[in-house]
């Protein structure tokens, strides 16, 4: 990995543009030649990363891609990075739809024959948010996408968040420590955890008795663009890792609505379930894979530079 | 050199990014000024790396624009191997780092006239400061949770990297002397998603902060991150130290718990959340760095 740095072939202009109330922050890296060419956009997971991602996986994969001849284009979301703006938080259920929107509009201006867009987590519900919004789309990359159109994306996620976000802001006011210590909020908790968990697992076997499984819970933000880029014939990468918090609601929904679509999709969508976590990138082997699986990908699909558009 | 520009009228800063030196060795950068007055002066901003760099970077650039309302400049800036600038992570050592340093302390003296510097340093960053702001007569330094003894960069990193097992129900894996063992047997060490590499711990490995700082008094705000009500041990001692030699040592705890290395990226920028910590920065820097260097 570390010999790719070492030919740069690519030109790279940083670039502010506008996106809603916000300027956005983004690096255009422009293979070299003067020949037609896609332009991939890449975009982060929700939380405050950068353009960079996590370990510089996004300056790696656009200098690789630069090799194939493909441009790419990464930028910092409103209020991250470079970009002008705030965001506190990063809910599934509200892509940010108006970054990506600017961010294609920029990447049309520079004379591309198509676009590819990829994203990671909350970045692959946005892309997914935008895909029948793009005319000259010729691939998306879906990266650890969540299934549910929760707030955060899936229960395991809100679990952390209600435990750590509002729990950290709340629990060293002394009025809280004092009400949550109180003789009658134990009381509560005892009366209260076991019941829930008991009203849980009770409808958990009901659904495993009846046969039948409700698949309400599967979000129509992934759902539908899925299906829609099935439709249109629209090539996709699927990348999950086994110990993914959204992975086990993609195994569950493929029994239902997820299956179906991948059953019409045949090939054209193309999933990748990778041993161990790759949400998050903290593993070195889920970064390399993920980006030799984007190389292949790009490569066997014929998306490299001189491919004619859809 | 070709930057791209914003002028921000809300903030009132200007800010330039783009890519600086030849070829090869380009760093990315960062310029934020005043957009209606000429800078004051500047600040230098060292940057942490690996999960560190992500964690800070916002608060960095909201510092950059509070400075910029108080009239000063400010550079930032990613070091060759690091962020978008070229270069291989695994060549990261603290002397390419101070390297990088001087050159941004070259490009903002350029910009802002020969004006009066100072520097903030964040985490390791602090050690790239101190380097670079010895080499400046009385310059500010501002260090955010700085790691003052470069041996404990790596051995905090392992430390993470034992704790992320634990949390996610493994075995705890090699002690901290394995992997030490590991990292010179194989030339780097894999921590939660990042390349530790033997070079960085090597140039690191006996490296004192006040050593760095050299002897001429200077300004330092030392900032904690914590939720206790006193600066930790070591930082108390080491801010008394600074006081003995006559050095003007502000001390200051920013109730914040942030495990630097774990991968909650999402950091609190409100302005509760951080306004307190910016403000205060910027206020110090903008007092001390304007003041010019102590008698």
Redesign the interface.
């Given at each position: 990995m570390?010999e790719v740095?070492?030919s740069?072939r690519s030109e790279?202009?940083?670039?502010?543009f506008r996106a809603g109330p916000d300027?956005l922050?983004g690096?255009y890296s422009r293979a070299a030649g003067d020949g037609p060419r896609p332009a991939m956009t890449m975009l982060t997971?929700?939380?405050?990363?950068?353009?960079?991602h996590?370990?510089?996986l996004h300056?790696l994969l656009a200098r690789r891609l630069a090799e194939l001849g493909i441009d790419s284009f990464r930028f910092d979301f409103h209020?991250?990075?470079?970009s002008?703006g705030?965001?506190?938080?990063?809910r599934v259920d509200r892509p940010f739809t108006e970054d990506l929107a600017a961010a294609v509009s920029l990447v049309d201006g520079r004379a591309v024959t198509g676009h590819l867009l990829m994203g990671t987590c909350f970045g692959a519900r946005t892309v997914l948010s935008q895909t029948d919004r793009i005319p000259r789309l010729q691939g998306a990359v879906l990266i650890s996408p969540p299934i549910r159109d929760l707030a955060w994306g899936d229960p395991a996620a809100l679990r952390?968040v209600l435990r750590?976000?509002v729990w950290?802001r709340l629990r060293?006011r002394p009025a809280v420590r004092r009400a949550l210590d109180s003789r009658p909020a134990r009381e509560a908790r005892r009366w209260l955890v076991p019941r829930a968990r008991a009203a849980r697992d009770a409808l958990g076997r009901r659904a495993r008795t009846r046969g039948e499984e409700s698949f309400g819970w599967v979000g129509s933000g992934f759902l539908r663009p899925l299906r829609g880029l099935v439709d249109r014939g629209i090539p996709t990468l699927l990348i999950y890792g086994t110990e993914d918090a959204m992975y086990s609601d993609f195994e569950r929904a493929r029994r239902g609505p997820v299956g179906d679509v991948l059953g019409a999709a045949g090939p054209l969508i193309e999933l990748h379930v990778l041993p161990g976590p790759v949400h998050?990138?903290?593993?070195?082997d889920?970064?390399r894979t993920v980006m030799d699986l984007v190389i292949e990908w790009v490569s066997s699909r014929g998306l490299a530079a001189g491919a004619a558009p859809r | 050199m070709?930057?791209?520009?914003?002028v921000?009228e809300?903030?009132g800063t200007r800010?330039e990014?783009?890519?600086l030196g030849p070829?090869?060795a380009r760093l990315?950068a960062?310029w934020t000024f005043p957009a209606r007055r000429a800078a004051s002066g500047g600040v230098v901003v060292c940057s942490s790396i690996?999960?560190e760099f992500?964690?800070n970077?916002?608060r960095e650039?909201l510092v950059a624009r509070a400075l910029a309302g108080r009239g000063l400049a400010t550079l930032r800036f990613h070091y060759r191997g690091?962020?978008?600038s070229?270069?291989?992570?695994?060549d990261l050592t603290l002397e390419t780092m101070a390297d990088d340093a001087r050159r941004a302390v070259e490009w903002l003296a350029e910009r802002t006239g020969g004006g009066p510097l100072g520097f903030l340093g964040t985490r390791l960053g602090a050690l790239v400061a101190a380097t670079a702001a010895a080499e400046v007569e009385g310059a500010p330094l501002a260090l955010w949770e700085p790691v003052h003894q470069g041996d404990r960069y790596t051995r905090e990193a392992f430390r993470a990297r034992r704790m992320?097992r634990l949390r996610r129900r493994e075995e705890l894996g090699p002690s901290a002397e394995a992997l030490l063992e590991e990292l010179r047997t194989l030339g780097s060490v894999?921590v939660?998603?990042?390349?530790l590499a033997l070079g960085l711990h090597e140039s690191l490995a006996t490296v004192r902060l006040e050593q760095l700082t050299g002897d001429a008094p200077r300004p330092v705000l030392l900032v904690e991150f914590s939720?206790g009500k006193e600066l930790r041990p070591d930082y108390a001692a080491l801010a008394s130290r600074w006081r003995e030699r006559g050095w003007p040592v502000t001390a200051s705890l920013f109730p914040h718990?942030d495990p630097w290395w774990f991968?909650?990226?999402?950091?609190?920028?409100?302005a509760a959340g951080v306004g307190p910590l910016v403000s205060r920065t910027a206020d110090w820097l903008a007092r001390t760095v304007v003041s010019g260097p102590t008698p």
């Open positions: 570390s740095l070492r740069v790279e202009t940083p670039v502010y300027t922050f690096i997971g929700g939380g405050h990363l950068t353009l960079t996590r370990n510089r300056v209020g991250t990075g470079e002008t705030l965001v506190e938080r990063f952390r750590w976000d950290r060293h998050g990138f903290d593993r070195l889920a970064q | 070709e930057t791209a520009v914003l921000d809300a903030s800010q990014s783009g890519f070829p090869g990315f960062t690996h999960p992500t964690k970077y916002r650039v690091a962020g978008n070229d270069g291989d992570t695994a992320h894999e939660l998603g990042y390349e939720l718990e991968t909650d990226d999402t950091v609190d920028l409100s």
